[in-house]
T-cell receptor
């Protein structure tokens, strides 16, 4: 059974700091891994999608990496801003329309 | 248009009520999903419609009933809900293309069952 774990559960950093969010999964047989952002009480916004054959994806200040063999992904946020404060979720697509989410990392960036 | 819309945004209902949640997308996606999310928990998949074919998470109780009138619309019919069903209900859509899919989520409907 696929399990997705995110560490840390919560993180508070000063503005401008670079940070890394971690995601691990137990079964390496995945189609892709996706990072989402969720603001309180809101829906999910897709940030980056990494196919199983890819090692990383970049979008602006965000960089996501994927190491399937070790069951790990990281989301790197450069020069964090208060507007980055949100919950970040990673999700793995195991095929058959089964997307398994991690519990998320709640990020707070202090001005 | 990369938007998934959901109505209503908020819903309060009693345990004897019947209500429906609606979801709509015009991106031509052929897969649509319902998720349930409790506070500070990850979303949990409830139903998937792909090319109008339904897949069910077997742990979802029968008081939730999905309906897909066409490829752009997805409803979730609610009947005789329990207070523990109070949650954020998220709809998503994606294009089915051999694993190269990005799910687009709507803003959600916040449901409170009294």
């Amino acid at each position: 059974k696929q399990e997705v774990t995110q560490i840390p559960a919560a993180l508070s950093v000063p503005e401008g700091e670079n940070l890394v969010l971690n995601c691990s999964f137990t079964d390496s047989a995945i189609y892709n891994l996706q990072w989402f952002r969720q603001d309180p009480g809101k829906g999910l916004t897709s940030l980056l999608l990494i196919q199983s054959s890819q090692r990383e994806q970049t979008s602006g200040r965000l960089n996501a990496s994927l190491d399937k063999s070790s069951g790990r992904s990281t989301l790197y946020i450069a020069a964090s801003q208060p507007g980055d404060s949100a919950t970040y979720l990673c999700a793995v697509d195991t095929g058959g329309f089964k997307t398994i989410f991690g519990a998320g990392t709640r990020l707070f960036v202090k001005a | 248009d990369t938007e998934v819309t959901q109505t209503p945004k908020h819903l309060v209902m009693g345990m004897t009520n019947k209500k429906s949640l609606k979801c709509e997308q015009h991106m031509g996606h052929r897969a649509m999903y319902w998720y349930k999310q409790k506070a500070k928990k990850p979303p949990e998949l409830m139903f998937v419609y792909s090319y109008e074919k339904l897949s069910i998470n077997e742990s979802v109780p029968s008081r939730f009933s999905p309906e897909c009138p066409n490829s752009s619309l997805l409803n979730l019919h609610l009947h005789a809900l329990q207070p523990e069903d109070s949650a954020l209900y998220l709809c998503a859509s994606s294009q089915v293309s051999g694993g190269q899919e990005t799910q687009y989520f709507g803003p959600g409907t916040r449901l409170l069952v009294l």
